[in-house]
């Protein structure tokens, strides 16, 4: 049995979900939803509300879910995503030594799971036991209200399709976990047909990938697309028949590559030739982080509110700059350290891995300080910012001096802000008093904005 405590889904009742028995489905009040790409994602709001105390600490429920559920259920080991100590170079690597490769997408991968599949697959992991003293709510049920969730019927933003349906939402900590434990029964199916025609199958969460030797092409065949279809569909998942992708001797996906004949696992030449041109643009060009980001990747920089001056916008596109390289750091380091574990990829390729994380490193370091620089230019600058909001008109002085600098162009306080007693003395009309009157109202009017 699962050794989620029953009493910790009763704390969530009584101390913070505002009901007297059960626990209720999740409000799109406690829903905060976001897109990334064409995808909708939904996060918990409040996480206080779904905090219990177990051990004399406190946690969040479903971060013990998460844990409970990993430790008693074991997942296929074609699995790779969403699992300590796995990353897509898992889901990559055991193809790297064949020639035909097919990749197959899930389509709507969460949203597609059935919540009584939920229920089902999970009901046998928990006690026999109800929440309530009427036994109006089994655990399982509890269970069900705190990982799914129902898209409101007015919801602006999902298709038509899913409005006022419940679904298992990306986006929840528990959804990776129940996505892999539902799939576990068809990883089995799928790995069965394929070790029946030699073919190396591995899944990270809607991806499929599957790869033959060069003798063998069944994987490219209808035939074995709708074995697959045939299988995935007992759970009511479909293929996205326009994410498939074939391919003969080399594959790439999202950033990395096997070819065959060499054997090896690497950065796709896509990616590796922007690396080396960023590099270069930074190093040897001299080019500003504004021009990289347009040239190189297409950057098109729409301010709400335009700079009030050149730092603000030059320090923005160096930390979008810093993103790239540290982002493109990070891929090289994945190959390299991957490296080390399973012997993947040949020494050549990963001493220009080396090089090129040195030039990241050096760059990033030079990066950080020009960044630090222009914070410090920018703090300094915004009392001028503010002078420069304040008008003539609102200054303590009359209406005859403010009409006399306002002909000699200084409209607001920072015009004023170095102005000397002898500059004030050419303006017609004013005279060594006057002078001394006006800068002493500009220099407590300064005082108030410094």
């Known amino acids: 049995m699962i050794k989620v405590p029953t009493n910790g889904f009763k704390q969530l009742v009584e101390n913070n979900l505002n009901s007297k028995s059960t626990v209720p489905s999740i409000s799109s009040s406690d829903i905060k939803e ?59 690597e055991p193809h790297r030594n064949n020639y035909h490769f097919i990749r197959l997408d899930i389509r709507s991968f969460f949203h ?29 049920d509890a269970f069900i209200n705190l990982v799914t969730y129902e898209i409101p019927k007015n919801s ?23 996505s892999n434990i539902i799939f576990r029964q068809l990883d089995i199916q799928i ?15 809607d991806d499929m990938l599957f790869s033959s030797s060069k003798n063998l092409n069944f994987i490219h065949s209808e035939s074995f697309i709708n074995g697959i279809r045939i299988i995935i ?70 301010w709400k509110f335009k700079p009030l001056d050149r730092e603000t916008y030059e320090k923005y596109n160096i930390e979008q700059l810093l993103h790239k390289v540290l982002g493109y750091r990070s891929y090289l380091l994945s190959v390299v350290q991957f490296d080390k574990k399973y012997h993947c990829t040949q020494q050549d390729t990963i001493d220009k891995y080396l090089k090129m994380i040195n030039a990241l490193e050096e760059i990033s370091e030079k990066f950080q300080k020009q ?57 017609n009309g004013i005279g060594k008093v006057k002078a001394q009157r006006i800068l002493e109202v500009i220099s407590n009017e300064i005082e108030k904005y410094k």
Do not use: W
């Open 371 to 427: 960044i630090i620089k222009l914070k410090r230019i920018i703090e300094n600058n915004k009392p001028f910012h503010r002078m420069a909001k304040i008008k003539i008109d609102s200054l303590n002085l009359t209406i005859i001096i403010k009409d006399k600098l306002q002909k000699e162009n200084f409209k607001t306080l920072k015009d004023l802000y170095e102005v000397k007693e002898e500059k004030l003395m050419t303006i």
């Open 34 to 92: 976001f897109k990334i790409g064409k995808s909708y994602f939904y996060t918990i709001e409040n996480k206080k509300k779904f905090q219990i105390e177990h051990n004399k600490k406190t946690f969040c429920i479903y971060d013990i879910l998460n844990a409970n559920f990993s430790k008693s259920i074991p997942l296929n080991n074609a699995t790779t995503s969403f699992r300590k100590n796995f990353s897509y170079l898992n889901f990559f």
């Open 112 to 140: 597609s799971i059935d919540i009584e599949d939920i229920k089902k697959v999970f009901k046998p992991y928990f006690h026999d036991v109800y929440i309530d003293e009427k036994k109006t709510q089994h655990i399982v």
């Open 191 to 205: 790995q069965k047909l394929c070790s029946e025609r030699n073919i190396v199958y591995t899944r990270y969460a």
């Open 233 to 302: 569909a007992q759970l009511n998942f479909k293929l996205n028949a326009r994410k498939t992708i074939k391919a003969k001797h080399t594959l790439s996906l999202n950033g990395y590559t096997i070819e065959y004949g060499k054997s090896e696992l690497r950065l796709s030449n896509k990616k590796i030739n922007i690396i080396k041109k960023m590099i270069y643009m930074i190093n040897i060009k001299e080019a500003s982080a504004d021009i990289i980001l347009k040239k190189l990747f297409q950057y098109k920089i729409k």
């Open 156 to 178: 602006p933003n999902v298709i038509k399709e899913e409005k006022g349906k419940r679904v298992l939402p990306m986006g929840f900590k528990t959804s990776p976990m129940i």
